[in-house]
């Protein structure tokens, strides 16, 4: 039953851009292939799905002007799309600020963090390293992958070749460097 509800809440995104949900479907294949290499235990293993499937619910609360802009994001604009990891957060837990009893508060913060950094210049917390929670550490580099291999209003879809080579290049920076090696050995990427 929770799969079910988890599944249709991540759905929800496609009536805001079907690009949504393909690309949290996308994302949690990603994921599940970086785990199957970890070997990490089965409620582990559904919590990162979980979370991969909703990191992106957060974008239903962003405005389509923004959202769907064919160019560049103004300053004020990309400070309102830096919000979505946050509202997608606040969407998960109960309006009145207490876990919600259905959803793992590891399935939130992996939602909430996503757009971390390992040097610490990601958002929304500023967090770095091994702060940041694992299961976002793994949706990170799942979500820019495909992100990079998708075409978008604003861009042409890189090469599968092009975006292994910018992970690696973000590798240490903006990537959890041991999350990069295990993703680069799955050959998801060729």
Same mark, same amino acid.
């Given at each position: 039953?929770?799969?079910?509800?988890?599944?249709?809440?991540?759905?929800?995104?496609?009536?805001?851009?079907?690009? #949504?949900?393909?690309? &949290?479907?996308?994302?949690?294949?990603?994921?599940?292939?970086? #785990?199957?290499? #970890?070997?990490?235990?089965?409620?582990?293993?559904?919590?990162?799905?979980?979370?991969?499937?909703?990191?992106?619910?957060?974008?239903?609360?962003?405005?389509?002007?923004?959202?769907?802009?064919?160019?560049?994001?103004?300053?004020?604009? @990309?400070?309102?799309?830096? #919000?979505?990891?946050?509202?997608?957060?606040?969407?998960?837990?109960?309006?009145?600020?207490?876990?919600?009893?259905?959803?793992?508060?590891?399935?939130?913060?992996?939602?909430?963090?996503?757009?971390?950094? @390992?040097?610490?210049?990601?958002?929304?917390?500023?967090?770095?390293?091994?702060?940041?929670?694992?299961?976002?550490?793994?949706?990170?580099?799942?979500?820019?992958?495909?992100?990079?291999?998708?075409?978008?209003?604003?861009?042409?879809?890189?090469?599968?070749?092009?975006?292994?080579?910018?992970?690696?290049?973000?590798?240490?920076? &903006?990537?959890?460097?041991?999350?990069?090696?295990?993703?680069?050995?799955?050959?998801?990427?060729?």
């Amino acid at each position: 039953m929770l799969v079910h509800a988890i599944e249709t809440l991540s759905g929800l995104s496609d009536l805001k851009d079907s690009y #949504l949900t393909k690309h &949290q479907q996308n994302v949690c294949l990603y994921s599940a292939v970086l #785990l199957k290499t #970890l070997h990490l235990p089965g409620d582990l293993f559904e919590t990162i799905r979980q979370s991969a499937l909703l990191h992106d619910i957060g974008k239903i609360g962003i405005p389509n002007s923004i959202l769907f802009r064919p160019g560049r994001l103004t300053h004020n604009e @990309w400070e309102i799309m830096r #919000l979505h990891p946050v509202t997608g957060a606040e969407l998960l837990s109960n309006r009145n600020g207490n876990l919600n009893p259905f959803v793992n508060n590891e399935v939130i913060n992996g939602v909430k963090s996503h757009h971390e950094r @390992w040097d610490g210049a990601g958002y929304p917390d500023g967090l770095k390293g091994e702060d940041i929670p694992l299961v976002a550490r793994i949706i990170a580099v799942a979500d820019a992958y495909d992100a990079m291999t998708s075409n978008r209003p604003y861009r042409k879809a890189l090469p599968k070749e092009e975006a292994a080579k910018e992970i690696i290049r973000c590798s240490g920076k &903006q990537f959890d460097p041991r999350v990069v090696a295990l993703f680069l050995n799955t050959n998801v990427t060729f």
